[in-house]
């Protein structure tokens, strides 16, 4: 579990994991997703999203606003995020994997070069939040539930 750092426990600044990921926006790639959900499959694919603390705290504020306090194991080893209608259920609120991972059907993974500074703005975020570098989606998520549910973010 990460170990915050007290100096960012009174500051958390999620607006920068807002603005990142509005970056990203403004730089798409063509790509054609057909929705099969099948990169949300982790058993499937054998690839899970790995997550700095902050993009763990932002999907994180966004279970919450689905409703959630905690997640649970999905049973056929999918994302405890995805929903029973096969869709993502914090879509607004999906990490930065989630959204430059394609699927190789869909035109595959965005170069790590047209991504660089913004992959480096979030390792920056995670270094002033105390976190521990990137973890997986499922472990990120639950420990930035817990952390939330504490009252330190
Ligand atoms: S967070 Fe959403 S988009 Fe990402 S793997 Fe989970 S269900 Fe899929």
């Known amino acids: 579990m990460p170990s915050p750092k007290s100096k960012s426990e009174a500051t958390p600044d999620l607006s920068e994991v807002a603005a990142i990921y509005q970056d990203l926006e403004k730089r798409v790639l063509p790509r054609s ?13 054998g690839q899970v999203p790995f997550l700095t603390l902050g993009e763990a705290l932002y999907a994180a504020k966004g279970v919450r606003a689905s409703g959630r306090k905690e997640i649970k194991p999905n049973p ?8 029973a209608n096969g869709f993502c259920t914090i ?30 703005r979030l ?22 539930l817990q952390v939330r549910r504490a009252g330190r973010r």
């Open 33 to 45: 997703c057909q929705i099969s959900t099948r990169c949300c499959r982790f058993r499937l694919t």
């Open 123 to 144: 390792e920056a975020l995670d270094e002033k939040l105390g976190g521990e570098g990137s973890r997986p989606l499922p472990v990120a998520v639950g420990d930035a």
């Open 91 to 120: 879509y607004q609120h999906r990490p930065f994997g989630c959204r430059t991972h394609f699927c190789e059907a869909a035109g595959g993974v965005y170069p790590r070069k047209h991504l660089a500074d913004l992959i480096q």
């Open 76 to 83: 056929e080893g999918a994302c405890p995020l995805l929903g």
